[in-house]
């Protein structure tokens, strides 16, 4: 059983592309929150965790 319903993926798939592709995204979303002051305008590190969780393979 997938994770998500059909219904549901495509537009989790397309919030999550918005998150990692644009810095605009991310500081709207951290925007009012406690990380704000810290976060605003930090870059991604997906490629840095996937190679660091994919050390014994590769996860779904």
């Given amino acids: ?3 998500y319903s059909s219904k ?3 537009n989790l798939d397309a919030i ?3 998150v990692f592709s644009s810095e605009t995204i991310r ?3 951290i925007a ?3 990380a704000e ?3 605003r305008g930090a870059d991604i590190l997906f490629d840095e965790q996937r190679n ?3 050390q ?3 996860m779904k």
Avoid: F, H, I, N
């Fill in 1 to 3: 059983m997938p994770a």
């Fill in 8 to 10: 549901a993926q495509p």
């Fill in 16 to 18: 999550a592309e918005g």
């Fill in 27 to 29: 500081d709207w979303l």
């Fill in 32 to 34: 009012g929150t406690s």
């Fill in 37 to 39: 002051a810290r976060y």
């Fill in 52 to 54: 660091k969780r994919w």
């Fill in 56 to 58: 014994k393979g590769q």
